[in-house]
């Protein structure tokens, strides 16, 4: 057995993933080295199988994301951590959002290439896509934006009680006050932040994790370019 299917196998077993999962997610792999356009610079799978598919899947070390049915991977870029958790979890339903149609289209390819019924693409800005608000008990986000901007691009998407999950490295006490602030203004609450063990390549890896406590108010979402134009930001 090859290195890189000995890696995936032994990520399979650490996290419970269904057979077909492994076949999967090397199909992912495979996908993004193949593809000249692959919006990402980590391109072999030897590299890949940690920067994309472990990085992802430690998301599952939180019963949010091991229990969510529905979930919007909003910037989903080359479908990080989107299409890995559509394969780990096949009862579940990912919607990966991107605003950029060519990133959307690789998504596609990539998510039909390795067999994934239960992806949906959204060609979409997060704060400008009206059919997702409040159909989501799990929102994730991994390299997307300051946890200030994610968090105002996720509430309203989520459904009462549901979760926001941010994937982020080193933390930085001012981001994560802002990030506060973001979420007291549009109904959620920071709740846990979950070191990951280090690993090559990702040794300072954090999950920040929101809980949707009350309705978005009805200001939510700012027209498209606002969360990060005028971010929302703790008092000095």
């Not at 997610?25 to 472990?54: F, S």
């Not at 982020?168 to 506060?180: I, N, T, W």
Request: charged share 25%.
């Amino acid at each position: 057995m090859s290195a890189l299917r000995t890696r995936i196998a032994r990520l399979g077993e650490e996290y419970g993933l269904p057979e077909v999962a492994g076949r999967q997610l090397r199909a992912l792999l495979d996908a993004v080295e193949r593809d000249p356009v692959a919006p990402t610079t980590v391109t072999d799978p030897a590299r890949g199988v940690e920067a994309h598919i472990a990085d992802s899947l430690a998301g599952l070390r939180l019963s949010a994301v091991r229990d969510a049915r529905v979930i919007a991977d909003v910037g989903a870029g080359a479908g990080f951590p989107g299409l890995v958790l559509a394969a780990a979890l096949p009862g579940a339903r990912a919607r990966l959002v991107d605003s950029v149609a060519k990133k959307c289209d690789f998504v596609r390819r990539a998510a039909a290439a390795a067999g994934l019924e239960n992806v949906e693409v959204v060609h979409a800005r997060a704060e400008d896509w009206p059919g997702g608000l409040e159909r989501h008990d799990l929102v994730t986000a991994r390299a997307v934006a300051p946890l200030a901007v994610v968090v105002e691009y996720a509430a309203p998407l989520l459904q009462l009680d549901g979760r926001l999950v941010a994937w982020k490295g080193l933390r930085d006490p001012r981001e994560e006050a802002d990030g506060r602030a973001a979420a007291a203004a549009t109904g959620l609450e920071a709740t846990e932040i979950v070191a990951v063990p280090p690993r090559r390549g990702a040794e300072h890896r954090h999950l920040h994790v929101y809980t949707k406590l009350s309705p978005t108010p009805a200001k939510f979402p700012r027209r498209p370019g606002m969360a990060r134009k005028r971010p929302i930001v703790a008092p000095s």
